[in-house]
């Protein structure tokens, strides 16, 4: 087999359970997050959950859920990472099938079918961050390297060099370290 013949792909589905994972951490435990119940039924929409699904008494199950990965991309070494993903499979039942309908197609879904959101949205983001871990290690996910910021990342791009949560972050960063280089030398 040639390299990176039958790598898994975390694209289209999957990297929505990863997005998922990183809006909900952000909006959960950074500085200026939002983890309103409307905010979180957005985040929900915009990485193509059944949002409506969302009831007011699933806001607090979200939020915890939030805090549970933020640990994950804080990891310092791939055993640090393995053991929580490992100890929050064993916590989160899974019934793995698979399903099809729009707008994803034919897919895999991780929890029960009979499962309310908070725990298909458990099982699902878990499941794709194991699969980012598997298939590139920590290389792609982190805390923000932007001096002050403390949202989280994750890179599901084909490159797989990101080290910001946002272009925002990354163009402040240049543009400090641009203007670092060029600044004129004190004279004494």
Known sequence: MGAGAGAMRITGYRSHGVAAAVAL???VTSAGGDASQEALQRLLRENEF??????????EEFRRWGATLRPFFEAAS???????????MLEVPMHPHLAVHE??????????????LPHRFRATTLMNLAELVVEHGLSRTGVCAADGCDRV??????????????ETCANRTNVAAFRARHRPEPEF
Do not use: K
């Open 25 to 27: 951490v952000n909006a």
């Open 50 to 59: 059944f949002w409506r699904e969302f009831e007011a008494r699933d806001a």
């Open 78 to 88: 791939i055993e640090d990472a393995m053991r929580l993903l490992n100890e929050l």
């Open 103 to 116: 707008p994803h197609g034919l897919h895999m879904h991780y929890a029960p079918p009979s499962s309310r």
């Open 153 to 166: 990342y994750a890179d599901t791009s084909r490159a797989g060099r990101r080290r910001f949560c946002s």
